[in-house]
């Protein structure tokens, strides 16, 4: 009896079974269940969540790892321009070889370091190490040397940060603390100025108006000044220029900035409205016709929509717009949506200026800082994709290489010298959307740096991603940006978080008060008015005059950014796994 029984239960078992895997051979050709996918629900379980406590422990990490570099800056290296964190020592110019330009473009012998990290000692609400620091740079600080110095890099470093810190300090409502400088006597503004002044020469001896790359502080064009310079450098000193005109009512520094920005526009290509990457300030003739988002044009675009925002000047969001879409037609790849549809994921790739073929397979680092624009472009599903596949690049790195190949999935060039960008595109993403996604990226960049490149006195450039071997040398973007934008990320309440709305980030992280003073131009029809008219806009050319903005609604928060599959996807993308 009892055998009979039991051989019924087991057909009974037997048949429960068969049903079971009838249905899940069901589900499972159909796709719609994967018993075999073990990262089905990572991403959620990683992301949908920060806790609070982790966000207060990252932000005290955040402060000690700025204090590590800036104070070992101070006690090695201070009053020379950069720490050398492995042998704790400071780097001036290299006056033993002139032509060695990853140096010398650079460091000017004017404690770059200390200046161009003014802002992030108020922002981060040590006003008394502030005005420390400012009253180190009166006393020390002079910009008459002879030395030859790229004009990108001194206006975004240091004329950017001198004008910054110098509107904290005259900012009677004190944001950032109680700063009540009796005896400041605008020394920062002499300063810019000065600085200002002896940039002007690369303006000289220009057929179109583009810039010389390099001006020596003392003497003005060096004998062997080159012709040739790339369309960041020649067309980002708007916001600087601008706002130092502004400041002094002089409207010579914005019109030269501008008539840079407008011919290098007036040369696009006629089929692609495209410009390309190098080219001859004599000639207008373009040597690099390259066309990507990277280095070499990044923040030609970013500084026309942030002109728009700062000085409230049309044309300038006119111009962006049109070469937004330019951009959106010939460099964009991949599927039409971030968060639908079929293909690979949307990427922006290098293209030849002229007829928009894709050039080559690499995507660089300084392309980290798009989303970020595209955030205050309002295009914030697009930024979602864009910082997605750096951030991916990161993870399997543990760093952002200066170079990687996507078809590849390899780097090109290895090195990482503790770039902001991608840390900056996080941080806006994060005020955009207020999802803890952006959180844990911060974090995992955090964790990362403490790890790979922390030394005995600051943080090093990693030379080799794959190796991890180090490079002696902290950029002073590690401590003005990278540091500013992760602690910005972490302090929620700051007020730069709570006012937004009333300032503006140059390229390099300082901070531009809007204001409605600096939109008002009494002295603008000065300005050349037949510049205007070589732009290549006509004032019966329809375009689109207003940002649009692409909002996140509120509950999006509390799910990933990107859908799980397209996240594995752009991981696969990149080779993670």
């Known amino acids: 009896m009892r055998n009979s029984e039991n051989m019924a239960r087991l057909s009974c078992i037997c048949w429960w079974l068969s049903l079971l895997v009838y249905f899940a051979s069901i589900l499972l050709s159909s796709g719609r269940i994967n018993f075999f996918d073990n990262r089905r629900g990572y991403y959620e379980r990683k992301y949908s969540h920060f806790p609070e406590s982790e966000r207060l422990k990252h932000l005290e990490d955040v402060k000690r790892m700025f204090y590590f570099g800036y104070d070992n800056y101070m006690k090695h290296a201070f009053p020379k321009d950069e720490l050398d964190p492995i042998h704790c020592t400071g780097r001036g110019p290299d006056k033993e070889n002139p032509d060695n330009i990853n140096i010398n473009d650079v460091l000017g012998d004017y404690s770059l370091t200390l200046v161009d990290v003014l802002d992030t000692l108020a922002i981060m609400g040590n006003i008394t190490e502030f005005k420390k620091a400012v009253n180190l740079v009166i006393e020390n600080v002079s910009f008459d040397k002879n030395n030859t110095v790229q004009v990108f890099e001194s206006t975004i470093r240091v004329l950017g940060s001198l004008l910054s810190a110098h509107l904290i300090i005259v900012d009677t409502s004190d944001p950032f603390g109680v700063v009540k400088w ?8 002499h300063l810019a100025h000065d600085l200002g002044t002896r940039l002007l020469p690369a303006f000289d001896d220009t057929q179109t108006g583009i810039p010389h790359p390099r001006v020596n502080l003392q003497s003005g064009l060096p004998e062997n000044s080159i012709n040739e310079t790339c369309t960041a450098g020649g067309g980002s000193l708007l916001l600087e220029f601008g706002l130092l005109s502004r400041l002094i009512e002089d409207p010579t520094f914005e019109s030269f900035a501008r008539r840079a920005m407008r011919t290098l526009w007036s040369l696009r290509s006629n089929e692609t409205g495209l410009v390309g990457n190098v080219i001859d300030i004599q000639t207008g003739e373009w040597i690099g016709k390259q066309s990507g988002l990277g280095a070499g044009t990044d923040s030609f675009f970013e500084y026309l929509l942030k002109s728009y925002i700062m000085f409230g000047d049309k044309e300038d969001l006119l111009i962006f717009n049109q070469i937004y879409s330019n951009i959106k037609t010939h460099m964009r790849k991949g599927r039409i949506q971030c968060n639908a549809g079929t293909g690979e994921p ?45 951030y991916a690049i990161w993870r399997k790195y543990g760093a952002l290489p200066e170079r990687f190949n996507w078809n590849a999935k390899y780097p090109d060039v290895f090195f990482y010298p503790l770039r902001p960008e991608l840390v900056e595109s996080t941080y806006f993403l994060y005020q955009a959307t207020k999802n803890p996604f952006y959180l844990h990226v911060g974090s995992d960049i955090l964790k990362s740096l403490e790890q790979h490149s922390k030394v005995e006195c600051g943080y090093a450039t990693l030379h080799n991603v794959i190796d991890k071997s180090l490079e002696d040398r902290m950029e002073s973007f590690f401590l003005s940006e990278t540091c500013k934008y992760l602690y910005l990320l972490f302090d929620k309440d700051n007020y730069l978080n709570t006012a937004s709305h009333k300032y503006i980030f140059t390229t390099e992280g300082h901070i531009f008060p809007i204001d409605g003073k600096y939109r008002e131009r009494p002295w603008w029809e000065l300005l050349n008015q037949e510049q205007q008219d070589k732009t290549g806009i006509s004032k019966s050319t329809q375009f689109n005059n207003s940002i649009h903005c692409d909002g996140i609604s509120e509950e999006r928060q509390y799910f990933l950014p990107i859908k799980e599959q397209y996240l594995r996807q752009i991981d696969e993308f990149v080779g993670l796994f």
């Open 346 to 390: 949307p990427l922006y790739v290098n293209v030849q200026m002229e007829d928009g073929r894709t050039l080559n397979t690499w995507i660089d680092a300084l392309q980290a800082s798009l989303p970020g624009v595209q955030v205050l472009a309002g295009d914030t599903e697009e930024a979602i994709c864009s910082h997605a596949i750096f």
């Open 182 to 189: 009796v005896d400041y006597e605008d020394d920062l503004l």
